[in-house]
Every structure is written in structure tokens, then in C-alpha cells.
């Protein structure tokens, strides 16, 4: 007799499932039992209800089944969802797969960047990763689902008449197998392979449909983790590429500021920073205009030029006077700022510090005023040395002619004005013919030449000075009023003297020292108001290239025998 359950509280499906199917066989016993006559119908009807049960318990099962893929697709959705890295999702996927298909092993298999399937992912009915010499497969299968693009479902390979034949199929034993495409956008990147080399008839189309749908979910974690990866990729080459750009940025010497249409500063490297005395936090976002240092009209201008022309502005130079710095002077290149399509973004502006540059531009210009430019070109800084070495040279002495009683009756200021005007006609005279101003001695000039480079006309070089101080002192005396009307004396010889740097590494003199230069004074000395004195081993060196006139030997101090000189005339 069958009696009814007393416990009315819920039971899992599976418990209930087994319930069923228990009293479908309790039915069948007690039919068996209680067969009295005229109880067929009875017997009938228990009959029926016991078959009834039977199949409600299998479907029950079936749905069952079913549920737990269900759940089971639906956690490998939840997996593919939380996580971008590739690998650890699909060893999750692959291991699902094998628990839920029974299959014995698990492949999943990618396209390389050859277009070659390559084994991917290899896991074992155990969750282990397969090692090489465990993953051979049916690539006979495999090449069916990639030229078909359809899923391959065989529950015995041996028999199958589609691979029984199949050299892998025999070697490897395999009997069920089935293997379906993964696709993306509908271009096929791979396959999911699973297999079992013992059981036959394992898969069924259920587990198509579910290995199908695993599939599908697959390529939604291939795609997403790919598309994850060359993002991570591209944003490690983009972070590299702005490393690289900032150092470069950084270490360019060169001031270099960006600003937007609207002359809003954009960018600012250290040097422009360190060149207009601001942190970045205060020029990145200020207006151009608001940086002291830029907001001189012409810069502005310029700017409005560089946006109007969409052309480039190259050597602006400006002067900013600021109790931090007055003499500060400034070189601007101006460009516009354009993107990768060549659409003007702003301006980009370049700009040095020539405070210094400008400072040795005139120390220059004032060393060339006493040194020949010629002359300058001609020093190598590296190889001159403290001491000198013996070389021939001409001397060239001038002095002023009454500038002693001058200076007794004019003042101070109107001392130095003439002076100078007299200085400056010597100076350009020396310089005109590339020789070195070695020094001003109160109202006297000394001058070198074939010093310190060769000049193998060193004599006449000197003679043509000479000639052309007195021409232009000569001018000079005709400009000026009567009381300031002065002469020069000069003495020029030629000899040996120790040329080089004397003095100390703290203060050098570039000069020679030597018999000849304190011979060339003597001469000057002994000149009446413009008579140019030359020696005879000047004279000996330009015979026939002037006019001299013999005049008495000079006694000149120090010298135990006179000098033999020429009063020199004019140039033939």
C-alpha cells in the first residue's frame, strides 16, 4: 500500500525528482502483489500512474540538467564580465566546459599572428594544464569547423565514416569529439576543441548547444581582453612617447611655451620657467599678457601677425628693464601650433636669454675697438699660453704733441673729449691695417705688428699706419677749434721682442718686450710734431716702396752707438 508523505514542507528538485521515481517503483510492487480478482481496472489505472511518474521523474532530470547549464553559463558570463585578463578567464571557461561536457580534455585555439591555430588554452578532465606531448588532437576535425564554420559532433570516431580512416583518429584512440567555431563579428579567430578517448556516444546535441554558447561567450572575453590588451598597449607607447617628450622638453635649453587661440598658456618647459622668473602653476593658465615679461606690446602684435598670417616670426628681439634684472634682452621665434591634421591650435613660442650673449657682444666690440677684428678671428683661445716666445715684429710708437701743456689749461671733461678724439683716429688707423693695439700709455699709443699672427709685410703694414694717423690727425686738427689743435710723434723699428701673455692667470697682458720696442720709443721721442721716424732695418725691408729723407742719428737712451734713422716722406 502506498501512503502518503506526512511531511508537507519543500523539497529540492532533485530530492523530489528521486521521490518520484521511488514511488513509481513503490506502484510497481504493489501491483505486483495485489493482484485479487476483479481489481484489474485498479491495477490499470496504478499501472499508468507508476509509467506516468517514470516519465515525469526523466524530464524532471532533463530539466534539472538543463538549469544547471543554465547556471552554469550563466557564472562563465559573470567570469568573462569581471575580469580582462585573457588567460585566467578562459582556464575558466575550459574547465567548466570538461566538468559539464564529461569530456576527458579541453582545447581552445586562437589564430596567431600568422593566421595559424595555435593551442591556447589545454586543461584536463582534473583541472590540470595539459603539457605539449598531451595535446595532439584531430586537426582533421578541426580544419572541418574552420572550413565550415559549423560546429562537429561525433559520438564515435572510430565509426564515424567521416574520420574513421583519419591517420590522428586511429593513433590517438579518439572516440567522442566535438569541436565548434569561435566568432567574432562572424570572422572566425578560433575553435573550442573537446574530446574523450574512452567513452563513445558521450556528446550529445545538449552539449552542442551549451559548448556552442560557452563558445560565443568566449569570444566575447577573447575580443574584450584583446581589445583591453592593445588599449593597455597603445596607452604604455603613448606614456612612453610623453616620458620621452617631457624629458626631451625638459632638457631643451630653449624657453618654449605653447598658448591656445585665445593666447592662454598651455604648456611651459623648465627653461621658460627659469628665463621668466615663474613656476608652471603660475603661467600654465595665465593669459600672455599677464606675464610682465610678455606683455610688451610688439610681442602682442607679433602674436596677432603669427594667427592672422599663419606664418612664422623668426629673431623678435625685445629688452625688459625689472629691479631683478634691468638689462635682460630676449630673442623670440614665433610659430603657429598645428595638430595632426595641420588645424592651427594656437602659437608656439621660443625664446632665449641674450643677456649674456649681448654682454659678450660688447665686450667684443669693445676688444675689437683696441684689437683688429682680423686679429681676433686669428686667437684660439686653447693655445694661448702664459709666457711668450721670441718673434720678429715692428713697433709702432705715436704720442701727442703738446698734450701736457694742453691738459694744464683745459678741464677735466673737455680733457678727455679731445683726447679720445685723437686715440680714436690712432686706433683706426692700426686697425685698418690689421695690426694689435698693445696699449694706451696716457697720450701715447703703442702698436704691433706681424703679432700674433704672421704678416710677412709687417714693416710696410706699419709705414701705411704711420701715413694714415697723420692724414686723419691732420683732419681731424682742420674740425676742431684752434686750442685743441694737437700733433703727433711717431717711431717705428723692427726687431726681435718676446711676444706672448705676460703677467698672472688672474690678470693677462697680450705685449712684447724687447730691445726693438723700447727702440721704436726712443724714435718717437726724438720726432718733431708729425715727422714719422723709421730705423734702417725698417728702411731696409720697404726700399723703393717709399720716400724717406736721412736725418741725424739718434742718441737714443741706452744705446752705446747711435741709431741710424729716415724721416719718412710718402708711399711711392
Known sequence: MVRPA?????????????????????????IHIDQAPGCEEALEDLAQLAGALTRMSRHAARLVEERDNLLALAGISQVVNSSLKLDDVLRIVMDTIVRLTGAERGFLMLRDAQGQLTIHVARNWEQETLNASESAISRTVVNQVIDEGRPVLTTNAQQDPRFDSQESVITLNLRSILCVPLKVRDELIGVIYADNRV????????????????????????ENARLYESIQQTLQEVTELKNLMDDVFASIASGVITANPENQITLSNQAAETILGKSKPELVGSKLEQVTILSDSRLARALAEVQRTNRQIVGLELTHTSPQNPNLALSFNLSPLKDANQTTRGVAIVLEDLTETKRLESLSHLFERMVSPAVIEQLNPDELQLGGKRTEITTLFADIRGFTSFSERADPEMLVTVLNRYLGAATEAVLAEEGTLDKFMGD?????????????????????????????????????????????????????????????????????????????KRLQENADRDQILISATVYAQIRGQVNVRPVKPVQAKGKTEPVQVYELINLV
Do not use: W
Open 6 to 30: 506526512t511531511d508537507s514542507s519543500p523539497l529540492p528538485l532533485d530530492r523530489q525528482i528521486l521521490r518520484l521515481s521511488h514511488l513509481a517503483d513503490q506502484i510497481r510492487e504493489a
Open 444 to 520: 701715447a699709443v703703442l702698436a704691433l705688428f706681424n703679432a700674433p699672427f704672421r704678416q710677412p709685410d709687417h714693416a710696410l703694414r706699419a709705414v701705411r699706419t704711420a701715413l694714415q694717423m697723420r692724414n686723419s690727425i691732420q683732419r681731424l686738427r682742420d674740425e676742431l677749434p684752434e686750442q685743441f689743435r694737437l700733433a703727433f710723434g711717431i717711431g717705428i723699428n723692427s726687431g726681435e721682442a718676446i711676444l706672448g701673455l705676460i703677467g698672472t692667470e688672474k690678470r693677462l697682458e697680450y705685449t712684447a718686450i724687447g730691445d726693438c720696442v723700447n727702440t721704436a
Open 199 to 222: 567513452r563513445t556516444g558521450l556528446f550529445t546535441e545538449t552539449e552542442r548547444n551549451l559548448l556552442a554558447a560557452f563558445a560565443n561567450q568566449a569570444a566575447v572575453a577573447i
